[in-house]
């Protein structure tokens, strides 16, 4: 069975500083990979997706994230945060069915 | 397009109660997905429907019942609400599968006391 792990429940940044999210995958076939962003109060929003056309794959907002098969592990970039980022971010992994990791609360500080 | 709705945003019930949570697209999406959200757990998929009058199980199906009789709607259904069923409630659409962009819905409140 898939599964998601989401590495930290909760990172702070400063504005201006690198963001990085950590998720790790396990899947039993080679899996569809996504990133969502939920604002308060809101349903969640796509920010991208591996579906094995591209190791690296680009996202809306500056967002990124780099498919790595040797590590399982498919983590979330952005150069420079934003105020505007704040928000609950989660990693999800659909081979079978769709799962998803318990979430990352990221803070930006100014 | 109003994309994703769902009825009601909150919702208070008795354990024992039932209670119908409304979802509905006006994009002709084929799947639709409803998902229950809990602190620290992220989202489960309860169940989904890959098109009108097929419905199956996802990771969390007990004690929630689902029919999709038109393309637009799929209802969730609590038979006999249980303390343990207080969540959010997202309902989601996509046009092909999990593997295309899924567009969730506001959420529902729901506690059950």
């Known amino acids: 069975a898939q599964s998601v792990t989401q590495l930290g429940s909760h990172v702070s940044v400063s504005e201006g500083a690198l963001v990085l999210l950590r998720c790790n995958y396990s899947s039993s076939v080679p899996p569809y990979l996504f990133w969502y962003v939920q604002y308060p109060n809101k349903g969640l929003q796509l920010l991208l997706k591996?579906?094995?056309?591209?190791?690296l794959v680009k996202g809306i907002n500056g967002f990124e994230a780099e498919f790595k098969k040797s590590e399982t592990s498919f983590h979330l970039t952005k150069p420079s945060a934003h105020m505007s980022d704040a928000a609950e971010y989660f990693c999800a992994v659909k081979s079978n069915d769709m799962r998803f990791g318990a979430g990352t609360r990221l803070t930006v500080k100014p | 397009n109003a994309g994703v709705t769902q009825t009601p945003k909150f919702q208070v019930l008795k354990t024992g109660q039932s209670m119908t949570l409304q979802c509905a697209q006006d994009?002709?999406?084929?799947?639709m997905s409803w998902y229950r959200q809990d602190p620290g757990m992220g989202l489960r998929l309860i169940h989904y429907s890959v098109g009108a009058g097929i419905t199956d199980q996802g990771e969390v199906p007990n004690g929630y019942n689902v029919s999709r009789s038109t393309t637009e709607d799929f209802p969730l259904r609590l038979l006999s609400a249980a303390p343990s069923q207080t969540s959010v409630y997202f309902c989601?659409?996509?046009?092909?599968?999990?593997?295309?962009?899924?567009?969730f819905g506001p959420g529902t409140r729901l506690t059950v006391l």
């Open positions: 989601a659409s996509s046009q092909t599968g999990f593997t295309d962009t899924q567009y």
């Open positions: 994009m002709n999406h084929e799947y």
């Open positions: 591996y579906t094995s056309a591209a190791t």
